[in-house]
């Protein structure tokens, strides 16, 4: 069964603190993605990836860096956590196929409160 | 640009109740349409797409036509069940090459036995 999948489920880290999401996906897909997901505000990309070693801002990449060094593994940075950090983070990927046709396949979440 | 709105929930039914969950989009040429769920503790998994104009998308009994002249993507199903409590996401993906989806806010189903 093809996944994606999360390193954490659960962090909760204090104040300052540097935290590291990563994110793993074995269906070889090009494209991969980080979303925050808060109530009443839905799916908020924050950074997109398309390629190794290419990145490309989402709609709120303020406090946060990715890092693409292979095709299979996304890492989401917090330089320094703050409490409105406080989130759950969905990591996603596609494939490059047919234009306009393509399906992100998530993974569970990574619930992160900060302190 | 492009966007999805979706109907404000909880929507909240009995079991074996017929659902509705509106959603409509703004997008030029020729958007593909994509209806997600999401059940407590998951990440969203794909329900059902559809890529061309009056295209039926359909899986697990749901069912959502690409409507272009309403610019629609309702999602129906005939007979909800309480598993199907989930929050239900409408998305597009704009043609042009564009691989980043456009998210509507979602909308939570509740139904009760």
């Known amino acids: 069964d093809v996944k994606v999948t999360q390193s954490s489920r659960y962090l909760v880290k204090r104040t300052g603190e540097k935290v590291f999401l990563e994110c793993v996906q074995d269906?070889?897909?090009?494209?991969m993605f980080w979303y925050r997901q808060d109530p009443g505000l839905g799916l908020r990309l924050i950074y997109f990836?398309?390629?190794?070693?290419?990145?490309e801002k989402g709609d709120i990449p303020e406090g946060y860096s990715v890092s693409r060094e292979k095709k299979e593994r996304f890492s989401l940075i917090l330089e320094s956590a703050s409490t409105n950090q406080t989130s759950m983070y969905l990591c996603?990927?596609?494939?490059?196929?047919?234009?306009?046709?393509?399906?992100?396949?998530f993974g569970a979440g990574s619930r992160l409160t900060v302190l | 640009g492009n966007s999805v709105t979706q109907m404000e929930g909880p929507v909240t039914l009995s079991e074996e109740a017929f659902l509705t969950i509106n959603c409509t989009y703004t997008?030029?040429?020729?958007?593909?349409l994509f209806w997600y769920v999401q059940y407590p503790g998951e990440g969203l998994q794909l329900l059902l797409k559809?890529?061309?104009?009056?295209d039926k998308g359909s899986n697990k009994g749901f069912e959502a036509t690409y409507r272009k002249e309403t610019t629609s993507f309702h999602l129906e199903k005939g007979s909800v069940q309480v598993s199907d409590s989930a929050v239900y996401f409408c998305?597009?993906?704009?043609?042009?090459?564009?691989?980043?989806?456009?998210f509507g806010r979602g909308t939570s189903l509740i139904v009760h036995p």
């Open positions: 996603a990927s596609s494939s490059q196929g047919a234009t306009g046709a393509n399906v992100l396949t």
């Open positions: 269906m070889d897909h090009e494209n």
């Open positions: 990836s398309y390629d190794v070693k290419m990145k």
């Open positions: 997008a030029t040429g020729y958007p593909s």
């Open positions: 559809a890529t061309k104009a009056d």
């Open positions: 998305a597009l993906t704009a043609s042009g090459g564009s691989y980043i989806p456009t």
